[in-house]
C-alpha cells in the first residue's frame, strides 16, 4: 500500500462514526437536557403533584411520546416549539400542567440538539 493509499485509509477510519449504546445515548441526552436547563420544568416520567399541590410546570416526556407518538410531523412541530417556545394560548396540556408557556430556547440549545432532545423524547415509548 502506498502512502497516499494509507493516508486515505486513515482518513476513513479516523471519520467512522462512533456507536453510542442506548445507555450511553440516553446519558448523553438526560446531560444535554439537564445542561440546557430543559429538566427545570420537565421530568421523564410523571410524577406525584407537587409538594404546593399545582400541577408539574411541563409535561413529563413520556406523556409527551405518548400523546405525539402516531404524529408523522411530531418531530418538526416540537423541535420547532422548543427553539421558539410554546402559545400560551393553544393549552393542549391544560388541566395536566402549570399554566406557564415554554420560553423560546434558541439562546441555550443549537437546533441540531433540540431536533436530537425531540427524537430521542418521541422514542421513549414504543
Not at 493509499?5 to 445507555?23: E, G, K, M, S, Y
Amino acid at each position: 500500500m502506498r502512502l497516499s493509499q494509507c493516508a486515505v485509509a486513515a482518513l476513513f477510519v479516523a471519520a467512522a462514526p462512533v456507536l453510542a449504546t442506548p445507555a450511553e445515548y440516553g446519558r448523553a441526552m438526560l446531560e444535554l437536557a439537564t445542561k440546557s436547563g430543559c429538566m427545570a420544568c420537565h421530568t421523564l416520567v410523571p410524577t406525584a403533584p407537587r409538594a404546593d399541590g399545582l400541577a408539574p410546570i411541563a409535561p413529563a416526556w413520556r406523556d409527551v411520546a405518548i400523546k405525539y407518538r402516531d404524529d408523522p410531523v411530531a418531530s418538526e412541530r416540537l423541535t420547532r416549539t422548543v427553539m421558539t417556545g410554546s402559545n400560551p394560548q393553544a393549552r393542549h396540556w391544560a388541566g395536566k400542567v402549570g399554566e406557564v408557556a415554554m420560553p423560546p430556547n434558541a439562546a441555550v440549545v443549537s437546533e441540531a440538539d433540540a431536533r436530537a432532545l425531540v427524537n430521542w423524547i418521541l422514542v421513549l415509548v414504543p
